[in-house]
């Protein structure tokens, strides 16, 4: 089965006698051709892609919490202050930027070797950022991880969703999910160590080996088809200006939303400037997509399915959520209670493993059911509800209670995870399943990577406006916005002029409020995400009636590959 590069390109196939007859042009003929790259394989050899793929999760999982808990020591190496705010932005905005790009490039040049292209470059930032010697290189070198770990994400789903059906993905989604929570469980401790015992540095080389392996198990055991075309005609076809206005939108939008409040008021032409320019670029883009390119990296029309952008805004929203939590939790048990990187990593925990462990479970249900719907939308109120709860949190917070509703927010966010993909698959063709799983990722970063400069803005101005209302210059002010932590230190508050009983008033009064808009934040983007699934998301079958069909010819070129190589063996 294929589908083809443009919308013309049935008629154009149409014509190709009357081409050779010379009574058009030759130039109507198609270009080239994309190749259908399902493959549902036999169950044995299902479980042995799942285990391969899910290393290369353990990766992105392992340097995504690893880099969270050891940040304000990398932040405290440079005397970076704010500014290290940037390293996991740049990530964000990288990894957001070039998601639906992968997605088309799988199309063209193959699930495999894109997979392979997204570990290599995310290894090469990863490598490169450990030999930093400045926060600028050390932001510029995880932007070029990023561009690689966001295609990694996005290739798993793309490759899982080509060897099996959507209906039966649940019943091997714990092999991946398992995988995944042994990144989520050692994750926080291993960067907290490393942050306080070994360099920095080993931060983000820790998962570069790991890396290796997963690329190589990956090369052996991921499923192959061969792709039609040649290299430049492939490289003819992809949409070079829907990248570059893909990548200058996102950091036209991103830079006045790490700027305002901080660096420049909100109201400043600095600000308002590029994200005017930015929403034009986006505008630009979707224009671009939608009348000029040949192979749009988003086509246009996957946005006519209310399912698919009923799903986008949810995600949208639980990227928003996760990532703010990821960052700004750790960052609460170190300032507020004093905790170690190590210690606040610990207890990161329940967050993420109640979140693998909900999106297990949810999996199987809609394994077993069939049905969606109800789990996307009670999972996104769980998390409404848990938000809300969290923002309650301060010094004297029982940790049992903070255990609890943390465990509650995950759990809601873990049962809308694979349900949403799931959902969004089913409601398009297979042609424009890599398409539409790209895009959902890329909305889901998006809104991770807004929400950290967002989270950013809501806790600092809570703090300056506080400080300012106690009468403190701009000069005491700014390292304290920096680096919170100082508040714990006596000989900091003491260099500062701050007296403790003020420090105490500051964390208790100004940091726990700007802590709490976070999450009162997070509460309503949930809470919006819910209204929103109950409202657009619809029921579709997740059976095609084709699988059994494409079952046979998987285990038919199996068996050919098979023979192949013991023919190859006995000559």
């Known amino acids: 089965m294929t589908s083809v590069v443009t919308d013309n390109s049935i008629q154009a196939s149409s014509n190709l006698d009357a081409v050779q007859s010379n009574k058009i042009k030759p130039e109507t003929k198609t270009t080239l051709e994309l190749t259908d790259q399902t493959n549902l394989l036999p169950v044995r050899q299902v479980v042995i892609v799942f285990l391969a793929l899910s290393l290369c999760a353990l990766v992105t999982s392992l340097d995504s919490l690893i880099v969270s808990t050891s940040l304000p020591t990398v932040s405290a190496v440079f005397n970076a202050g704010s500014v290290s705010s940037w390293v996991p932005s740049a990530y964000l905005l990288t990894s957001t930027a070039f998601q639906p790009l992968y997605g088309r490039l799988s199309d063209i040049f193959g699930r495999k070797s894109t997979l392979c292209l997204a570990m290599t470059v995310y290894f090469v930032g990863n490598l490169a950022a450990g030999f930093s010697n400045s926060i600028i290189q050390l932001i510029v070198c995880r932007g070029i991880a990023g561009a690689g770990g966001g295609g990694i994400s996005s290739m798993l789903q ?30 926080p401790i291993i960067g907290g160590v490393l942050a306080e015992k070994a360099s920095w540095r080993w931060c983000f080389w820790v998962t570069l080996p790991l890396s290796v392996v997963a690329t190589i198990m990956a090369v052996i055991y991921a499923p192959f ?22 990548l200058g939108g996102c950091t036209l939008i991103m830079l006045p939303l790490i700027w305002g409040g901080i660096t420049y008021p909100w109201n400043s032409v600095i600000v308002l400037a590029p994200l005017c320019c930015g929403v034009f670029v986006v505008v630009l883009f979707c224009l671009w997509e939608w009348k000029v390119a040949k192979l749009p990296i988003v086509p246009m029309h996957i946005f006519k399915h209310v399912t698919v952008v009923g799903v ?16 700004y939790l750790p960052l609460f048990f170190q300032v507020v209670l004093g905790y170690s990187p190590t210690y606040s990593g610990t207890f990161l925990l329940p967050v993420v493993m109640s979140q693998v462990v909900s999106s297990l479970t949810a999996g199987l249900a809609v394994s077993h059911t069939g049905k969606y ?19 309650i949190f301060n010094a004297s917070t029982s940790k049992a209670v903070m255990v609890v509703l943390m465990l509650l927010t995950g759990f809601g966010n873990g049962m809308t995870m694979q349900t949403t993909t799931v959902a969004a698959q089913a409601s398009v063709a297979r042609k424009d399943m890599s398409i539409v799983t790209a895009v959902r990722n890329f909305v889901r970063m998006l809104g991770g990577a807004i929400a950290l400069p967002v989270a950013s803005s809501l806790l600092n101005n809570a703090i300056r406006d506080f400080m300012k209302n106690l009468g403190f210059p701009s000069s005491t002010i700014s390292p304290v916005i920096d680096k919170p932590s100082l508040l714990n230190s006596p000989s900091a508050i003491s260099s500062l002029s701050i007296s403790p009983s003020q420090a105490a008033d500051i964390l208790s009064k100004g940091y726990i409020k700007g802590f709490r808009d976070v999450f009162l934040l997070n509460a309503a983007m949930s809470a919006t995400a819910t209204l929103v699934s109950v409202v657009m998301i619809k029921h579709k079958e997740l059976l095609r009636g084709d699988e059994e069909q494409l079952r046979k010819e998987a285990a038919e070129a199996l068996q050919t590959a098979k023979t192949k190589v013991v023919e190859k063996e006995s000559v």
């Open 373 to 391: 719907r109800t789990v996307v939308y009670t999972g996104f109120a769980l998390s409404a509800i848990g938000c809300g709860c969290i923002s």
């Open 312 to 327: 986008y805004i949810c995600m949208f929203a639980n990227g928003f959520v996760f990532f703010s939590a990821l960052y």
């Open 158 to 187: 793309i490759m899982i969703s080509d060897i099996v059906p959507l209906r039966e993905r649940g019943k091997y989604v714990g092999i991946s999910a398992g995988v995944i929570a042994l990144g989520y469980a050692f994750g």
């Open 225 to 246: 088809k061969p792709m039609s075309g040649g290299i430049v005609q492939k490289l003819k076809i992809i949409d070079y200006p829907g990248i570059v206005l893909t």
